[in-house]
């Protein structure tokens, strides 16, 4: 009887504790890319999606959740309205898009469902998760600027584990990490510039005492900054 029994729990499927979803780059085919982030907000959890071809296009999409996404689950996220076009036009046509996102372990795949453009329907399809995509070594973490000035105030650069700037007022969200020597890392991004988005590149040059030059290909701009405290 036990060996009948030990031979049924064999056959029976194994369920995988659920898990939350992993936050960072995925990557999908040829050169479509996916960064899932999240925050708190009074309470209720936000999660952001930014879509991103190493060509030029890219989109936003946003979901609140009450927990934290889990692996094997199903999530629609939106478009935001955006307020800048609203203000401009009165109707910001492409908010309410609705994408669904599935998620598994170390794999999303989008789906646009309604209301979309083009563009997030050309983000269609599967993504796997690239931790080397992810996450920028902390050995390069910094805060550069006008240190005489307070941090919330600055005209700064700064940059950490997932996102960064070169002048400290777009946030820059990485999908790409490369570097040219020791003292030189190249980062590939998305910058959120008033409700829109825009595939760039960023350069930081670390230099000898605690100073770091960046140069990004918006304005192809070479700054050198000070390393600040806070």
Same mark, same amino acid.
């Given at each position: 009887?036990?060996k009948?029994?030990?031979a ?31 925050? *708190? ?6 999660y952001?999606? =930014?879509?991103?071809?190493? &060509? %030029?296009?890219?989109?936003?999409? @946003? ?17 935001p ?17 609705l ?23 050309s983000f ?14 902390s050995?390069?973490?910094?805060k ?7 941090? *919330? ?8 584990? =997932?996102?960064?700037?070169? &002048? %400290?007022?777009y946030?820059?969200? @990485? ?14 991004g ?7 988005q ?26 050198v900054?000070e390393?600040?405290?806070?």
């Amino acid at each position: 009887m036990t060996k009948k029994l030990f031979a049924l729990i064999a056959l029976l499927p194994l369920t995988a504790t659920a898990a939350p979803v992993i936050e960072g780059v995925y990557i999908g085919h040829p050169s479509k890319r996916v960064h899932l982030e999240s925050w *708190d907000y009074e309470g209720t959890l936000q999660y952001g999606l =930014t879509l991103a071809n190493l &060509n %030029g296009e890219s989109s936003y999409v @946003v979901a609140s959740k009450a927990k934290k996404i889990q692996d094997n689950q199903k999530v629609t996220f939106t478009t935001p309205e955006n307020p800048y076009v609203v203000m401009e036009d009165g109707v910001d046509e492409n908010a309410g898009c609705l994408v669904e996102a599935s998620f598994s372990p170390n794999e999303i795949q989008l789906k646009s469902l309604s209301g979309c453009s083009q563009v997030e329907k050309s983000f269609n399809g599967n993504y796997a998760y690239s931790k080397v995509s992810s996450y920028v070594p902390s050995k390069y973490w910094g805060k550069w600027g006008e240190c005489e000035y307070p941090a *919330d105030s600055r005209d700064a650069a700064f940059l950490n584990a =997932t996102s960064g700037s070169t &002048n %400290g007022t777009y946030r820059f969200d @990485v999908i790409g990490v490369g570097y040219s020597s020791p003292k030189e890392i190249n980062l590939t991004g998305v910058y959120h510039v008033e409700g829109t988005q825009s595939v760039s590149e960023i350069k930081f040059e670390y230099l000898p005492n605690n100073k770091v030059r960046t140069i990004n290909d918006i304005s192809n701009t070479s700054t050198v900054y000070e390393k600040c405290r806070n």
